[in-house]
């Protein structure tokens, strides 16, 4: 990991702020945050449900239309007590035509691929958020461990002049200068740790977790990669892997299918039936007395619904409209994922560039710088306040290289996101 230790400066004691946070062996990683989160995160839950949701929606386009039976049965000897009747069974089967069952299937089918990816995508976005609040909270466990250490130095020097105050070696002013210094940062430690407890707390939102203590683990570096600076390919990149752009092609595609399956709905299906008919005629006055009739015939025939009125034609203007909607936004988003890893990548250079500046040169200059004014300081040839602003302005470069590596972490985070690649 980058090193955050000065080596120029004497330090004897630890203090354990920053370490109450850290737990090497039994804190949890951002792999078992988002495992945790994958179980108990709402939101992701219910978006799984989606993906069932368009299973079910498939299974249920392959269905064939069910068959009916109908039957009927007239009387008159309930109204006249004669024994004449009629009886009749009909049995019909709606055939679709124009493929309309294979198009159903091909719009469910493209419907779970885009839920599918949309699920993936908000996967990702998920980790994505645990990671950028990971290295949140890193980050200010080092500033918080750099404070505690410049808190300890001031103690020592506080201390240190307090005594020579004593042998008559100090003025009051350079004790007054050491407590301010020590007043101010323990304010930027303050807000450091608030910082971290609110990175934690939405760890512990997004992982499920708001009623536990959570310790972490990890270290800022295992979040920075190197990437291509190449645009065009990351652009490619992010084009074949990104999964809400998949899901915006699925979307393109199934607009696309229900336009066809629209066209097809205005074709009318056909009804095949055949019907079994029975009836019994009773003549009273014959030569050779009462005489039961009864007439059996089986029937066959198609209906066919004519198309004058409603050919579907409102249905195939909206789904027009949709496949043409789902076209821009695929353009759209194509541009904006563009946008995204440009944007991305630039701030990944600029981190990096910053901080090849602090190790290579800011930092080791001044701290050379600080070790000569201590010296000097000692020997009585520079005054305290010169020392002590030597001292911030080392300790604020020291905050800024952090800054630095959280920011560069930040951007290979989102440049992960925008190309794909999210582990």
């Not at 952090?402 to 290979?412: G, H, M, N, P």
Request: proline share 2%; hydrophobic share 45%.
């Amino acid at each position: 990991m980058y090193s955050l230790l000065f080596a120029t400066l004497l330090v004897t004691q630890q203090l354990s702020i920053a370490d109450s946070y850290i737990d090497p062996v039994n804190g949890l990683s951002w792999q078992q945050l988002v495992g945790l989160a994958k179980e108990r995160q709402a939101d992701l839950l219910a978006a799984r449900q989606s993906i069932e949701i368009a299973r079910g929606k498939l299974l249920q386009s392959a269905a064939r239309p069910n068959p009916t039976l109908s039957t009927e049965y007239t009387t008159q000897r309930l109204t006249t007590g004669e024994e004449e009747y009629d009886f009749s069974v009909e049995y019909s089967q709606t055939l679709e035509l124009a493929h309309k069952r294979a198009k159903r299937r091909l719009v469910a089918e493209l419907d779970l691929e885009r839920t599918q990816a949309l699920y993936l995508y908000d996967e990702a976005k998920l980790i994505t958020l645990i990671r950028q609040n990971m290295v949140e909270a890193l980050a200010a466990v080092e500033t918080l461990r750099t404070l505690e250490l410049q808190l300890q130095i001031n103690e020592q020097m506080l201390e240190l002049t307090r005594t020579r105050l004593e042998a008559g070696d100090a003025s009051v002013l350079e004790q007054n200068l050491l407590k301010a210094e020590r007043e101010r940062t323990k304010l930027l430690l303050v807000a450091a740790e608030a910082r971290l407890k609110l990175a934690i707390s939405e760890l512990k939102v997004l992982a499920g977790l708001e009623q536990a203590t959570l310790r972490l683990k990890g270290d800022l570096s295992e979040y920075i990669k190197d990437f291509s600076t190449d645009l065009e390919l990351l652009t490619q990149k992010a084009f074949a892997q990104r999964k809400d752009l998949q899901a915006l092609k699925a979307a393109e595609k199934q607009a696309e299918a229900k336009l066809a399956l629209a066209k097809a709905e205005a074709i009318p299906d056909i009804i095949i039936f055949s019907r079994y008919s029975q009836d019994n005629s009773v003549f009273e006055d014959t030569p050779i007395g009462k005489l039961n009739d009864p007439d059996r015939s089986l029937s066959f025939g198609v209906s066919l619904q004519l198309p004058f009125f409603n050919r579907n034609r409102g249905h195939i203007a909206a789904e027009a409209a949709s496949a043409a909607q789902a076209r821009y936004a695929l353009q759209a988003a194509k541009r904006q994922i563009v946008r995204a890893i440009s944007q991305a990548l630039t701030q990944l250079e600029t981190a990096s560039a910053t901080l090849q500046l602090y190790e290579n040169t800011i930092l080791p200059t001044m701290r050379q710088n600080l070790a000569i004014l201590r010296t000097a300081y000692e020997l009585g040839e520079q005054s305290l306040l010169d020392l002590l602003n030597e001292q911030r302005k080392l300790f604020e470069e020291e905050r800024l290289y952090i800054e630095a590596i959280k920011q560069k972490a930040l951007a290979s985070i989102e440049l992960e996101l925008a190309t794909g690649t999210t582990p």
